[in-house]
């Protein structure tokens, strides 16, 4: 298929890390189609050709034997991912189809990946049968038995009776832990049986498009891993997540048996000034303005009852609901709301101050700390040059504001598991921290390399500045670290990030046949590859720290060298930077410094002790069905636990508001809804020693070089220039 180039492919650049995998959901209707549809066909085809394009793809890949063979073995791993359903009979069953699907994408047949659903699905049917018959036995955990969890490299099941006791492992273990948590025989029954009816309920749900968006994944992704197909109704999600706004009645949903429930109402929405609805509240119905016919929404599936809530700014909808202290059988009540732009403020950065208090003649140290999830922009609302349009940059500049009016004495952006978001705002984001200057290159496909900069002599803070990261700080994460590393701007603390080097850009696929409805979807393309202005890529090595915490995750099993098909690294040529300081000579005595001063902290030790616990435990790759052996382990979390909240009061330390929590072997849409949802809010207040030594180690910086003039000098050389940190 022949496209013409479009004069601009998309509203902006992504540096993103990792696309959430797509969740398989309950629909209100169970028909599944036997093909593809018609429009389906036609976007399987226009990704084809974008895929295959170098005018558009960064590295195009041949939809040859070898790579239809990839895209069939991720599309079996999108569905059974643990293989848990299909055995190696099955996979040998689907080689004539497996042959068939560079063929069928290039024509847009998807027969291939509609056969080999209905047989998955017939196999999650056999498979939740076995499990819900085993619940009418009794199980022996008084062996030495195992259950092997981690499958992934696994190979397939060689037949029924290997699956069989695949999933008697696995009934066993769910039984265990409801067990160890107190449960009762009758209840854990009641609770499992629930539990596997609603998975084969989920998947015996699905509609045509679900299986479409899996497979036509399962092809971007064969190209590279961050290379994602979505389907309008994924893309309108997508663009809302990145804008941080939507226009509904402001309330987080979540499915809880046959029903949507509400989970949080969000701040400033309809929902929250009208303060009707609350957490746990049941939706039964949805109607349209002030008479419009009321749809019954139970066994409706999540997003469907969304889409039904969801509308134009300023037009009302009507919610039929059963109070969350009415019960399952309480009366109904109905509440009329009008929807309007809603800003998602618990995504957007937040600011707080961390005060170091004197010590050792050293004086008192005010850090303001700014958490930064993503590097979101509003796309359309910058194209339309709306005045509240949501920015990272320009939420981070208001909290840099106040901090400088405040006279902090540093600042610490916290990039831990910022995953990425737009490039722009990475490019600007940086810009409040430096002059004028470059600060990502990015080259395209053909070789050109394009250099991205700040344009603005204006710099929000010129004071101390720490970049807190982990490895899953990805992409545009790595964009800013880099550049403040690069620059000599501020120092990097934590673990070495993701290693994601890659600019993806979103394109529209209505926008060739020039639709005016939403028919195609979008693709998430990959194209270009971004270097750090010192001519390093961070693909694969991702951003080392100058100081160090310990990996709390194994590079081999997370980061961008974990896929199979990712870039490899290299580096083009530097380009002419300011280079406001050098850290080298003081990094040794900030590493004393902070190796005397973790010595000393619990919290600190704690989390490296439950750091080498947890990775002790994955390593394993199972679990224990032993009971005698499950208990010991839960009786020493549960002690250990107390023992810390113990030492904690003792010592006159910050208590851990989730310390009394153990497992209680439940899924989240088993919980109570508005308990689970305090829970969460209680742990956003946990203790975080990493936070709080990033800020000791930069106040450590701004003494040492108040202190030391030599080596202040020798350290930040150009004293007039933004990152000035000693008068």
Do not use: C
């Amino acid at each position: 298929m022949k496209f013409k180039a479009p004069a601009k492919i998309s509203a902006g650049l992504l540096a993103l890390a990792l696309t959430t995998p797509l969740a398989l959901m309950a629909r209100a209707d169970t028909a599944l189609p036997p093909a593809a549809t018609a429009d389906q066909s036609t976007a399987t085809k226009l990704v084809y050709g974008l895929l295959s394009d170098s005018r558009y793809a960064y590295r195009p890949r041949v939809l040859d034997e070898a790579m239809s063979k990839d895209v069939f073995k991720r599309y079996l791993e999108s569905l059974d991912g643990s293989k848990m359903y299909f055995t190696q009979a099955d996979v040998d069953g689907f080689a004539p189809l497996q042959a068939k699907v560079g063929d069928a994408i290039r024509g847009g047949q998807l027969d291939p990946a509609f056969d080999v659903f209905a047989v998955y699905k017939q196999r999650v049917g056999q498979r939740v049968g076995y499990a819900r018959k085993l619940l009418n036995q009794n199980f022996d955990f008084g062996t030495d038995e195992k259950f092997e969890y981690d499958r992934e490299k696994s190979p397939w099941a060689a037949n029924d009776a290997e699956l069989d006791k695949l999933w008697r492992q696995q009934v066993m273990n769910d039984w265990l832990r409801l067990k160890l948590a107190g449960k009762q025989p009758a209840d854990i029954r009641k609770t499992l049986d629930k539990r596997y009816a609603n998975l084969a309920k989920s998947v015996n749900e699905l509609k045509g498009e679900d299986i479409f968006q899996v497979f036509l994944s399962a092809y971007t992704n064969a190209v590279d891993p961050h290379t994602d197909y979505f389907t309008p109704r994924t893309a309108e999600n997508f663009n809302q997540q990145m804008s941080l706004s939507l226009e509904g009645i402001g309330a987080q949903l979540q499915k809880q048996d046959d029903m949507v429930v509400i989970r949080e109402i969000i701040a400033g929405g309809p929902a929250a000034i009208d303060a009707t609805l609350k957490p746990g509240d049941r939706i039964v119905g949805v109607g349209q303005d002030k008479s419009g016919a009321m749809e019954d929404v139970i066994g409706w599936r999540i997003d469907d009852v969304v889409a039904k809530i969801r509308g134009k700014k300023d037009t009302q909808v009507r919610i039929e609901y059963i109070p969350a202290e009415s019960g399952i059988d309480g009366n109904h009540r109905t509440v009329t709301l009008t929807r309007q732009k809603v800003r998602l403020a618990e995504q957007a950065a937040k600011g707080e101050t961390i005060t170091l208090p004197a010590k050792d003649g050293e004086p008192q140290r005010r850090i303001g700390i700014i958490k930064l999830p993503g590097f979101y922009q509003d796309f359309e609302g910058r194209r339309r040059n709306a005045a509240d349009y949501a920015s990272a940059t320009r939420d981070v500049a208001k909290l840099l504001a106040g901090f400088k009016n405040d006279k902090l004495d540093g600042v610490v952006l916290d990039l831990r598991n910022n995953g990425g978001g737009s490039l722009d705002e990475a490019v600007e984001l940086t810009g409040l921290f430096i002059e004028q200057g470059p600060v990502v290159q990015v080259r395209e496909s053909g070789g050109r390399v394009t250099v991205n900069g700040d344009r603005s002599e204006k710099v929000a803070w010129d004071g101390p500045l720490a970049v807190l990261i982990n490895r899953g700080s990805a992409s545009a994460s790595e964009i800013f670290a880099g550049a403040i590393q690069d620059y000599g701007r501020g120092l990097v603390i934590g673990e070495t990030t993701f290693g994601k080097g890659t600019v993806q850009n979103i394109v529209d696929l209505d926008r060739w046949p020039a639709s005016e409805e939403q028919r195609f979807g979008q693709v998430k393309l990959t194209i270009a590859q971004f270097f750090r202005v010192s001519g390093s890529s961070t693909q694969h090595k991702g951003v080392v720290p100058d100081i160090a915490f310990p990996a709390s995750v194994d590079a081999t099993e997370f980061g961008e060298s974990t896929y199979d098909n990712a870039l490899p690294w290299t580096r083009i040529a530097s380009v002419p930077h300011t280079q406001y300081g050098n850290f080298g000579p003081l990094l040794p005595k900030l590493e004393g410094l902070h190796a005397s001063r973790i010595a000393q902290d619990k919290e600190f030790q704690w989390w490296e002790q439950d750091v080498d616990q947890f990775r002790e435990e994955k390593a394993k790759k199972y679990v224990s069905l032993n009971e005698g052996e499950r208990r010991a382990e839960r009786e020493k979390q549960d002690n250990q636990r107390k023992e810390r909240q113990a030492v904690r009061k003792q010592l006159g330390m910050p208590l851990d508001p989730l310390a009394e929590d153990s497992d209680d072997g439940l899924t989240g849409n088993e919980r109570d809804i508005a308990k689970d949802t305090a829970r969460e809010k209680a742990a956003e207040k946990r203790p975080d020693p990493l936070l709080h030594e990033s800020a000791a180690i930069l106040a450590d910086a701004v003494n040492l070089l108040e202190q030391d003039r030599p080596l202040s000098a020798q350290v930040l050389p150009q004293s007039s220039a933004p990152g000035r940190w000693a008068d």
